[in-house]
C-alpha cells in the first residue's frame, strides 16, 4: 500500500512568483486536506478537497488555491508569494468522514 | 472558535521515567481529539484519537490519554519513555461537526529524552 507522497520535498522562491506543490493520496482514499505549518507551530488547516470539490477551508486569503484530480491526487498553488508563506506544507488524505487522517512527509517552502 | 492550548513547549525526561503531554481546548460541544507525532523532517504519524465511550484511549507505541471533560483536557502519557520518543506532539480538535476531519491543533510541545 503506497503512502501520501508529496514533490517536491524542498523548494526556494522569490517573493512575488508562483508556486505548486503536489500530492498523491494513499490508495483508496477520496479525500485530500492541505496544511501550512509555519516554523515552531503547528499544522494549520488551508482547505480540504472530496471528490474534485472544495470541502471547506480554513484562513487563508484565495491566492492560496488547489485541484483535486478524479485520481483524486491534488495540487496545492500559492500566487503572489510572501515572506510568511515561508512553511512546511503538509498533504492528508483519508476516506470521507472521520476516518484517519494520514499525513505525507511535507513541502518545505522557502521564500526569498 | 475552537482552540487548542499545549502550555509545555519543550519537555525533558529521563529514558525510563513517566512522561504527561497536557493539552487544553476550547469547544462547544462533544469534541473529537487526537495526538499526532512529528519526528524531524516527517509526517504527522496519528498516535491516538477519542471520538466517545471508554475516557481513557490506548493508543501506538504505549501512549494513551485521558479525555476529562471537567477540565477540557486531554493529556498524552507514557509510563516508561524510551530514546525513540524524542519528537514533537501536537495535540488536535476537530474543526466543527460536519466538517470531517478538519483539524485545529495546538502549537506542539518538543519531547527531549536524555539518557
Known amino acids: 500500500e503506497t503512502g501520501v507522497t508529496q514533490s517536491p520535498t524542498h523548494l526556494i522562491k522569490t517573493r512575488g512568483q508562483q508556486v505548486t506543490l503536489r500530492c498523491s493520496s494513499q490508495?483508496?482514499?477520496?479525500?485530500v486536506s492541505w496544511y501550512q505549518q509555519a516554523l515552531g507551530q503547528g499544522p494549520q488547516f488551508i482547505f480540504q478537497y472530496y471528490r474534485e470539490e472544495e470541502n471547506g477551508r480554513g484562513n487563508f486569503p484565495p491566492r492560496f488555491s488547489g485541484l483535486q484530480f478524479p485520481n483524486y491526487s491534488s495540487e496545492l498553488n500559492v500566487n503572489a508569494l510572501e515572506l510568511d508563506d515561508s512553511a512546511l506544507y503538509l498533504c492528508?488524505?483519508?476516506?470521507?468522514?472521520?476516518?484517519?487522517?494520514?499525513f505525507g512527509e511535507g513541502s518545505r517552502l522557502t521564500v526569498l | 472558535a475552537q482552540s487548542v492550548t499545549q502550555p509545555d513547549i519543550h519537555i525533558t525526561v529521563s529514558e525510563g521515567a513517566s512522561l504527561e503531554l497536557r493539552c487544553n481546548y476550547s469547544y462547544g460541544a462533544t469534541p473529537y481529539l487526537f495526538w499526532y507525532v512529528q519526528s524531524p523532517g516527517q509526517g504527522l504519524q496519528l498516535l491516538l484519537k477519542y471520538f466517545s465511550g471508554d475516557t481513557l484511549v490506548q493508543g501506538i507505541k504505549g501512549f494513551e490519554a485521558e479525555f476529562k471533560r471537567s477540565q477540557s483536557s486531554f493529556n498524552l502519557r507514557k509510563p516508561s519513555v524510551h530514546w525513540s520518543d524524542a519528537a514533537e506532539y501536537f495535540c488536535a480538535v476537530v474543526l466543527a461537526r460536519g466538517y470531517g476531519n478538519k483539524l485545529v491543533f495546538g502549537a506542539g510541545t518538543i519531547l527531549r529524552v536524555k539518557s
Open positions: 490508495s483508496g482514499h477520496n479525500t
Open positions: 492528508a488524505s483519508n476516506l470521507a468522514g472521520y476516518g484517519e487522517l494520514f
